[in-house]
């Protein structure tokens, strides 16, 4: 008896991310068939995957694409093609804000004398 190949599809979808400036974020989905030619993409134009930064990866049926050292201009929609399937999430990215400190106490006198 043969059984009919079973159809391509996601077992699971990419979901939406955030991340902060400098942190290393992951996509991963799973497909129903291990080791296929898959594409990813962000805001609809494909991936240089040859920079260290970015890499794509997979075993058995899991698909995942790296991001390190997240970046403020790597926010968007990512997505995964493969035939005429897709999957697509969000990356956002929130920046890194210097923390204000006052060191001197003359300047801590004026702060105080503005906010009273």
């Not at 974020?25 to 962000?42: H, I, M, N, Q, Y």
Request: glycine share 4%; net charge negative.
């Amino acid at each position: 008896m043969l059984f009919p190949e079973l159809p391509l599809r996601f077992s699971k979808l990419l979901e939406n991310t955030e991340a902060t400036v400098d942190e290393t974020v992951a996509f991963s989905c799973e497909l129903s068939k291990p080791g296929l030619d898959v594409t990813w993409l962000r805001d609809n134009v494909p991936l240089s995957l040859g920079e260290t930064r970015v890499r794509a990866s997979s075993q058995d049926f899991t698909y995942q694409l790296c991001i390190a050292n997240v970046r403020l201009d790597d926010a968007g929609e990512y997505q995964i093609r493969v035939g005429n399937l897709q999957s697509s999430a969000q990356l956002i990215v929130h920046g890194q804000f210097p923390q204000l400190s006052v060191n001197s106490s003359a300047n801590s006198r004026q702060v105080q004398r503005r906010v009273q």
